[in-house]
């Protein structure tokens, strides 16, 4: 071969590895593209909800109770008849079956809308207000474009009579669409117009802070001690090797052990972010490790040399100066392996998480849901109502996990370049 | 030349391995007080392992182990039960590479004298931070700037830097390794400068591959090989008139 030709296969692979390699970053962003096109498209209309204007008359005979009752004696009074009532007048009902599908229109909370209403004002008796009262998840559907509607009768879950009804509040301006309070608000409910996911963002934010005030210490202790004290021998080699090891372990096993150790031996309570937040510590503990023990690693020598020549002891080379310089790398890290925790959903399926649960726990030690075990219930449900659920929660899960990754960048850029 | 001071540093029968490898062999080497000496010899032949025993800082190395004497005032410092950080505190050190802390000169002044509780207030601290920069020959430079990154400055700069640290804990003996192989010729000149002046206080162990440098600034040589110390004497000795022939093929520039 000529040092010509040599030359041109030398300049030829190199443009052949350059297109390779944009070919690769091309299917990844293509890959994501799609990913976070489905999701959008499916999920971003959960963010609304759609309301039926309807006319409320408190009529005093209805309700049984006065101007200025006290709260306990509003929330106990029966709303259900003036409820049905104002329901009704929304279209001409010929006979019961027509008014029960006329009252299936509406959430089955309608009653419960009213009421809040009225306890916001309750000098409404004997007057008249316009309320947007919730759709039903097959309206709410149907107003959203997401209902075939060309289906043969019997194949629908909406009637005749109900499109009709539609067709005409449509024509009246009566439908409405407005933000999805119920969403973020609400637990999870069998009525898709009324699940929200209150009760998992709340049950994943304490399975995070107690994973986190598990993990951090522990994660950061231990990489300290192993990377800077242990004796260099057969343990400490021994134990590196477990920690990447553990750090591979599918997350399911860390399920089976907690189920076994916490929910059967310990006893503690079951479905709860307390457990979850154990487990995930437990998870996440060896994933903190060794990205903390990476970054202590890469603080040079020459700085531990010169706090030892200035007469630091060991423990003051370590923390005025190593511990420090590492501490980016160190936050960075727990942040990512905190996000692997917040996505992780099968141990928290083991421990019971997948539970149904409609309150919004108040405690760590309440029954809850998680994102992640929300997205997996959701998805199993055939109501289309939960289909944009689902990717409503993917949507959020999501942001959370980039919030969390742009803040791990933020926090090693930020304080890296500070001395270079 | 005339009397030589006394003798500060003293070892005797030095033998240090790193696990199987023997580094040092029976080193037998005085060093006198207030007064510079150069170690010279080709690389790994050991006399950066020697000064690294006069602040035990082959401590820090796990399969380094150390036999033999050395003595400090007479003091024996190769002892597992000697503080190493009141050693430290005696005995200062500057590297081959410049290795300030991320932090502001100020700081990287005034950390050692933190620790071993020198500067009780904030004045006395000023203090020491202004005279260990002045006897660096650095405060000129940097008064203006002290709240600044030490690793901001120039290569020169940092290793002055270094210096002025190892001094702020008012140490006896200065070891310098090497320092001024990472730098110019001009900071160069400004470190010799300093060494010369800073031996009317401080004892100086410095390692050098500069032949001309170990002429320049020191008054006694020694010469090591292959981690035995081959011959040792006064510079202008050593370097006009060595009895060892492998002295002389070194210096002469046939080895090394």
């Known amino acids: 071969m000529t040092k010509e030709e040599r030359l041109k296969k030398r300049h030829s692979a190199e443009k052949r590895f350059r297109f390779y390699g944009l070919a690769s970053i091309f299917v990844a962003l293509l890959f994501v593209l799609?990913?976070?096109?489905?999701?959008?498209?499916?999920?971003?209309?959960?963010?609304?909800?759609?309301?039926?204007?309807?006319?409320?008359?408190?009529?005093?005979?209805?309700?049984?109770?006065?101007?200025?009752?006290?709260?306990?004696?509003?929330?106990?009074?029966?709303?259900?008849?003036?409820?049905?009532?104002?329901?009704?007048?929304?279209?001409?009902?010929?006979?019961l079956d027509q008014e029960n599908q006329l009252i299936d229109l509406f959430t089955t909370d309608a009653e419960i809308e009213i009421k809040r209403a009225f306890l916001e004002n309750n000098n409404l008796i004997g007057k008249k207000i316009n309320l947007e009262i919730t759709a039903s998840d097959d309206i709410d559907q149907l107003h959203k474009g997401n209902y075939p509607r060309d289906l043969p009768e019997d194949r629908r879950r909406i009637s005749d009579f109900q499109l009709i009804i539609y067709d005409n509040l449509v024509e009246n301006k009566k439908i409405i669409k407005n933000f999805n309070n119920y969403f973020f608000k609400n637990g999870d409910s069998r009525d898709p117009e009324l699940a929200g996911i209150g009760g998992a963002l709340i049950g994943s934010f304490y399975s995070i802070i107690i994973c986190l005030l598990l993990a951090f210490p522990v994660a950061v202790l231990a990489s300290i001690y192993l990377e800077e004290f242990a004796p260099k021998n057969k343990i400490t080699d021994f134990i590196e090797i477990n920690i990447n090891n553990l750090a591979a372990v599918p997350s399911i096993v860390y399920g089976l052990l907690a189920l076994q150790i916490l929910l059967a031996t310990i006893q503690l309570p079951r479905s709860t972010p307390l457990v979850a937040g154990i487990t995930l510590a437990?998870?996440?503990?060896?994933?903190?490790?060794?990205?903390?023990?990476?970054?202590l690693k890469a603080v040079p020598p020459s700085i531990r040399e010169g706090a030892l020549a200035v007469g630091a002891s060991k423990f003051q080379s370590v923390f005025h100066h190593v511990v420090p310089l590492a501490l980016p790398g160190t936050l960075s890290g727990t942040i990512i392996g905190l996000a692997q925790a917040l996505g992780e959903t099968a141990p928290l399926i083991l421990i019971g998480m997948v539970a149904f649960v409609v309150d919004i726990p108040s405690t760590p030690i309440d029954p809850s849901s998680s994102l992640p075990v929300q997205v997996y219930l959701w998805s199993e449900s055939a109501e289309r109502g939960f289909v944009e659920k689902t990717s409503a929660t993917i949507m959020m899960l999501l942001s959370f996990l980039i919030v969390m990754n742009f803040l791990a960048v933020y926090l090693r850029q930020k304080f890296e370049k500070r001395w270079n | 030349m005339e009397l030589m001071n006394n003798v500060k540093i003293k070892s005797k029968n030095l033998n240090v391995y790193y696990g199987e490898k023997q580094a040092l062999f029976d080193v037998n080497l005085d060093l006198n007080e207030k007064e510079v000496t150069a170690l010279i010899g080709p690389s790994g032949c050991g006399k950066s392992t020697f000064i690294r025993c006069i602040n035990r800082m082959n401590d820090v190395i796990d399969i380094c182990k150390v036999s033999g004497n050395i003595e400090i005032d007479g003091v024996e410092i190769n002892d597992k039960n000697l503080d190493v950080v009141s050693l430290r505190e005696r005995v200062g050190m500057v590297f081959q590479k410049p290795n300030p802390f991320p932090k502001s000169i100020y700081d990287n002044i005034s950390y050692g004298p933190k620790i071993h509780g020198k500067g009780e207030t904030k004045s006395e601290l000023d203090e020491i931070v202004e005279n260990s920069l002045k006897k660096a020959a650095l405060w000129e430079e940097v008064k203006d700037r002290l709240d600044e990154p030490g690793t901001g400055l120039s290569g020169g700069q940092q290793q002055r830097l270094c210096i002025a640290r190892a001094i702020s804990v008012n140490p006896e003996v200065i070891l310098m390794d090497e320092p001024c192989s990472a730098l110019d010729p001009i900071a160069t000149a400004k470190i010799e400068e300093l060494i010369d002046e800073l031996k009317k206080t401080y004892t100086i162990v410095i390692v050098t591959h500069s032949m001309a440098q170990a002429v320049r600034v020191s008054q006694k040589t020694g010469f090591f090989h292959l981690g035995k110390l081959i011959e040792v004497g006064k510079t202008e000795k050593i370097f006009k008139n060595p009895d060892n022939k492998m002295t002389q093929d070194y210096i002469t520039g046939r080895f090394g």
């Open chain 1, 34 to 95: 799609i990913l976070v096109h489905n999701i959008f498209s499916k999920g971003s209309s959960a963010f609304m909800k759609t309301a039926i204007n309807v006319e409320v008359f408190f009529d005093q005979e209805l309700l049984e109770i006065k101007n200025g009752a006290t709260e306990d004696q509003i929330l106990e009074a029966d709303f259900y008849d003036i409820t049905i009532e104002s329901l009704l007048k929304v279209f001409p009902a010929q006979d």
């Open chain 1, 282 to 295: 437990l998870m996440t503990l060896p994933r903190i490790i060794i990205p903390c023990r990476a970054s």
